[in-house]
């Protein structure tokens, strides 16, 4: 079981930047392959970006390619989501997830955080 919180997000121009940061609890989080998803208004939710176990591969959304970035720190039980020229398009509320599998983890994993509101000016 792991539980997560995300954090970070908040009001930003276009053009700017955020990092959204997700700490988890428990001791196995390095064996966790982890995600962000994000929801806008009216919209579906919709995969943004995964991670492997180990930080060693990473994997993007064609809409955030380039200008986003997911990290991890496994010392610290959190993975990050660092987000660049960001676009009104980008608002939304972004939810971090988790699962054992880095198959899953971009469509159907099993924990959620419970989201962070990102919303971007024109």
């Known amino acids: 079981q792991v539980q997560l919180v995300e954090s970070g997000g908040g009001l930003v121009q276009a053009g700017g930047s955020l990092r959204l940061s997700c700490a988890a609890s428990?001791?196995?989080?390095?064996?966790?392959?982890m995600g962000w998803f994000r929801q806008g208004p009216g919209k579906e939710r919709e995969f943004v970006a995964r991670i492997s176990w180990s930080g060693g591969a990473t994997y993007y959304a064609d809409s955030v390619k380039g200008r986003f970035t997911i990290s991890r720190d496994n010392a610290k039980n959190t993975v990050y989501l660092q987000m660049n020229s960001l676009k009104p398009e980008d608002t939304a509320v972004y939810y971090c997830?988790?699962?054992?599998?880095?198959?899953?983890?971009?469509?159907?994993?099993?924990?959620w955080g419970q989201g962070t509101q990102v919303t971007v000016s024109s």
């Open positions: 997830a988790a699962d054992e599998s880095i198959v899953v983890v971009n469509s159907l994993p099993r924990y």
């Open positions: 428990g001791r196995t989080f390095s064996r966790y392959a």
